[in-house]
């Protein structure tokens, strides 16, 4: 299978730069219309897609997001691999604002959000145990060269758009052992399970969320000031990645792309035709 790797775009990436053949491409789905059009090209001879999560000019908010209509959109464009890049909060002392964590475990505290493509009519209950893929993580962290990388963390997935009481995070920090905190990883990184695409997680720490007794309450002006060379440096680590990730697509050895092959619970007979249709790209390779 071809390699096309998609990136989500978070605040403060809205574009890849050095894109041959790049355009924007409004793709359909079942689901509604995706954050934006999407940014299509070659870098390096590798297929990529480049999607901004809120949209270019920021218009959708962590809870408006179209998760489903954005992973659908680059499942049918061949996406094989997404790398999700988004701004974070840090519950540790050692990660700082500025740093980049390669994630690989959740907690999901979002509850307003459409979370599956799958439901009556047609159920599955696909493995979330390692919700990223250390394949494609590994290859992030590889290309992260100018920038201080942590291999691993977990990211706690909160509703937003409001951040954290200073209960509320030393709660996640000193209780529940979290690493970082963001509103936008989740649902997303269970779709892309569902919809079999290699998933990796790349954090953009700007803030010590309100936890941190020097730093005090998370400033928004601290954090646009952060983003700007956080993007920077992920679009540097973006642009190695084609080099990484050479040759064809074959099968995940982690099992990203066979998740569907036992989690379809419902008898064919007793399969919703309508929303058999709309997973036409998300599960047509085993529906």
């Not at 270019?56 to 094989?80: C, E, F, M, Q, W």
């Not at 990883?185 to 079999?196: F, V, W, Y």
């Not at 379809?264 to 047509?284: E, F, H, Q, S, W």
């Amino acid at each position: 299978m071809e390699r096309v790797i998609g990136v989500i775009g978070g605040s403060g990436l809205y574009q890849i730069e050095g894109l041959e053949e790049a355009s924007w491409v409004k793709v359909a789905t079942p689901w509604g219309d995706p954050s934006d059009e999407i940014l299509t090209g070659k870098l390096d001879g590798v297929k990529m897609a480049f999607l901004p999560r809120h949209g270019r000019g920021h218009v959708h908010s962590p809870s408006t997001v179209p998760y489903r209509a954005n992973i659908d959109a680059l499942k049918r464009l061949g996406v094989t691999d997404i790398v999700s890049v988004s701004a974070c909060g840090s519950f540790r002392e050692d990660m700082a604002p500025g740093d980049f964590v390669i994630v690989d475990q959740f907690i999901d505290r979002t509850f307003a959000r459409e979370k599956s493509f799958f439901g009556s009519g047609c159920v599955a209950h696909v493995s979330l145990a390692h919700p990223t893929c250390p394949a494609l993580s590994a290859a992030c962290f590889e290309a992260a060269e100018d920038v201080k990388v942590h291999m691993g963390g977990t990211y706690l997935a909160m509703e937003g758009p409001q951040f954290s009481t200073l209960a509320e995070s030393k709660l996640y920090r000193d209780n529940w052992g979290c690493d970082v905190i963001g509103m936008t990883n989740m649902p997303e990184a269970k779709l892309a399970r569902e919809a079999e695409i290699c998933y990796a997680s790349v954090a953009m720490i700007t803030d010590y969320d309100s936890w941190h007794p020097h730093h005090g309450e998370v400033d928004i002006s601290d954090i646009i000031a952060t983003l700007g060379a956080n993007a920077d440096h992920a679009r540097a680590l973006i642009a190695r990645l084609p080099a990484i990730l050479t040759g064809s697509h074959e099968t995940c050895r982690h099992g990203c792309n066979t998740a569907l092959d036992h989690a379809i619970m419902t008898a064919p007979d007793k399969r919703d035709p309508d929303l058999v249709a709309k997973l036409d790209a998300v599960a047509g390779r085993v529906l």
